[in-house]
């Protein structure tokens, strides 16, 4: 069975939606750890409910290093890595050690509105900005270039003149959830 370790940074909405998706056997995997660079994150206590082990390794502590500190939590303990909505940058080796074997959800349709210091409310704010009429989310491999990654789906929706970035965000969680459910089971079947 397909071992996962879930980063977060927040509120873990993608977290809770691929815990109960296992939970009604929807989903063949196990979460093994939940691991956050916040100690604040609400995502944690959503891990905790759920006997979950949960890591906190504070982005203000680590900074650059954190995928060394992470490398020593997971080793030996995981076959997938899954950012779902983690801030920090991964670099170095983890990169090598795990190629293939991260993936992270982003919320556009990558290569729009990606890359450093594109991530949450201010993609969603930068879209209805640019005049789009269409956005979504991407799941893709994490790879040494910030949001570069191979493509592995994205799901598309149409956006209203009545848009705020906040509903524009909800509407677009909504399919990540389910681009991070299809990915993750395409992997654990080894489809991808
Ligand atoms: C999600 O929208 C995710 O795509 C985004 O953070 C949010 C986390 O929501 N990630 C990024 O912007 C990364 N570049 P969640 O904590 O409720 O799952």
């Not at 939606?17 to 944690?44: F, H, Q, R, T, W």
């Amino acid at each position: 069975m397909l071992r996962i370790a879930f980063l977060i940074s927040g509120t873990g909405t993608n977290l809770q939606y691929i815990i109960n998706k296992i939970n009604e056997k929807e989903l063949n995997c196990v979460i093994k750890m939940v691991i956050s660079d916040n100690p604040k994150a609400i995502g944690l206590t959503k891990a905790n409910l759920q006997g979950i082990p949960s890591y906190v390794l504070d982005k203000n502590t680590y900074g650059e290093n954190i995928g060394d500190e992470i490398i020593k939590v997971i080793k030996d303990k995981v076959d997938l890595i899954v950012l779902g909505g983690f801030l920090s940058i991964l670099k170095g080796e983890i990169l090598d050690i795990y190629k293939n074997k991260i993936i992270n959800i982003h919320p556009s349709l990558i290569p729009k509105f990606c890359g450093k210091g594109m991530y949450g409310i201010k993609v969603h704010e930068a879209v209805l900005n640019s005049g789009d009429t269409i956005t979504g989310c991407t799941l893709h491999f994490v790879s040494p270039d910030v949001d570069m990654g191979t493509i592995i789906l994205q799901k598309s929706l149409n956006i209203t003149g009545e848009e705020s970035p906040k509903t524009l965000q909800e509407k677009v969680l909504k399919e990540e959830h389910r681009c991070l459910l299809e990915g993750i089971r395409l992997i654990s079947e080894g489809k991808v």
